[in-house]
């Protein structure tokens, strides 16, 4: 930005649809050769090879000027105003104003052209209580690293306000016996029944009402898990939690786009048949409440079956877990492992270790509830210990988005 101005820092996680590559990375060890590497591998992928330029393609940059960060609020409407710029000269097309990591004010189709730095002010509600307040700013490429700044509520809180607990609405969806026999799997349907199960029993615990719906085997087709996903979009408000667990087989199609395997998939129609991550990733991204994902989709016992031994999560659970989207993810398994199942257990070692970990064991400070960071560390351990070590279960939080319950001892 010349000598009289501060640079520019970008993580490359902002960058992710261009360099996200791992069939480059393995090409790479395989040939020693980056440029065979490259044409390899677009040419197995149908990829059309570009190498843009870096500075043509950078995102938004937005910076929020008041409130100032920490600053003392009395009403449920702030006045937020924000400096925005676009160091590519590409136009900004849309603004996202979160509170506590969650959407509550969106502008899209904009074609903002920002010449130095545009400001902006928009009016805000935020809750009753402290609350982080981020803004996100959108080009066609990518969005921009969020800027957030944590308000302290000092106005007074009607006594009702103070006690009302959220509900809870979990899409539950596991998938065993698919139609296509080679696909079939062990315990992914009673995975999500069990998990299903534990939550419907946390109401009037840490939450007012839970509301369940469960789709397994013959019931998860393609068209009952998006009806399941709209259902959890239009249900959750901004003061409930939202859960969706999905279990069975995930593949990714040529372009390395994620799919979940619904029980009438065909692996050679996926794009038509298969539950895109596009339809995941928006449905969660427009959820008025917390978000929570639970993915245990690359089972083992079908390495025969072309494409699902190759499938990778890692794009799709990064994505899901941006800023943008905001979603805790929980991913049962990390890079080219496989989820692990027992007949002793009569569970996959995820879903076995992640009602455990919610029914209380994740609690070992005995603080009464288990919050997403006490679950992480259990799961961790007790997916490790039961599979000795060949499956490491991940999680990942986005920075907009604090520790919070997620179940109560029960």
């Known amino acids: 930005r010349g000598k009289d101005q501060a640079a520019d820092f970008f993580p490359v996680s902002r960058f992710r649809s261009i360099f996200y590559r791992p069939d480059v990375i393995a090409g790479i ?19 059309r090879h570009r190498e843009p330029a870096i500075e043509k393609i950078l995102p938004p940059v937005v910076t929020i000027l008041s409130p100032a960060d920490g600053s003392a609020v009395y009403a449920p409407e702030v006045a937020l105003t924000f400096a925005l710029r676009s160091p590519s000269g590409e136009p900004v097309t849309s603004i996202r104003v979160l509170v506590d990591g969650r959407p509550v004010l969106t502008q899209r189709k904009l074609s903002l052209k920002p010449r130095g730095e545009l400001m902006q002010t928009l009016r805000v509600a935020i809750p009753e209580r402290d609350a982080d307040v981020s803004v996100i700013a959108a080009n066609r490429h990518a969005a921009s690293v969020p800027f957030m700044i944590r308000l302290h509520w000092n106005g007074k809180v009607a006594a009702e306000k103070s006690v009302v607990k959220p509900n809870l609405y979990v ?8 139609r296509d026999r080679s696909l079939r799997l062990g315990f992914a349907a009673k995975d999500a029944q069990d998990f299903a199960g534990f939550m419907e029993r946390q109401k009037e615990g840490l939450y007012r009402d839970v509301a369940v719906r469960g789709l397994t085997d013959r019931m998860a087709t393609k068209e009952n898990i998006l009806d399941g996903l709209a259902w959890i979009r239009r249900e959750t408000t901004a003061q409930d939690v939202a859960m969706i667990y999905l279990s069975g087989h995930g593949m990714n199609d040529s372009e390395g786009i994620f799919h979940f395997l619904p029980v009438n998939a065909r ?22 409440g917390k978000a929570v994902l639970f993915l245990d989709a690359r089972h083992s016992g079908n390495e025969s079956v072309p ?27 990390m890079g080219g492992q496989y989820s692990i199942k027992d007949k002793a257990w009569e569970n996959g070692a995820f879903a076995k270790a992640l009602v455990e ?3 209380g064991r994740a609690d070992d400070e005995v603080k009464g509830s288990i919050t997403i960071h006490l679950l992480d560390r259990y799961l961790f351990e007790r997916v490790k210990e039961l599979t000795m070590g060949r499956q490491t279960p991940i999680m990942i939080q986005p920075r907009t988005i604090r520790d919070f319950p997620v179940a109560s001892r029960r």
């Open 357 to 359: 970990g919610m029914s």
């Open 29 to 47: 060890i395989k040939y020693r050769d980056e440029r065979k590497a490259v044409m390899l591998s677009d040419e197995v992928s149908g990829r």
């Open 307 to 333: 494409g699902l031994a190759s499938a990778d999560m890692t794009a799709a659970v990064n994505e899901l877990a941006d800023a943008e989207n905001g979603a805790v993810v929980f991913s049962s398994s």
């Open 171 to 178: 899409l539950a969806v596991g998938v065993s016996q698919y």
């Open 267 to 288: 692996i050679e129609r996926l794009k038509r048949t298969g539950v895109s991550f596009s339809h995941i990733r928006d449905a969660v991204a427009s959820l008025a």
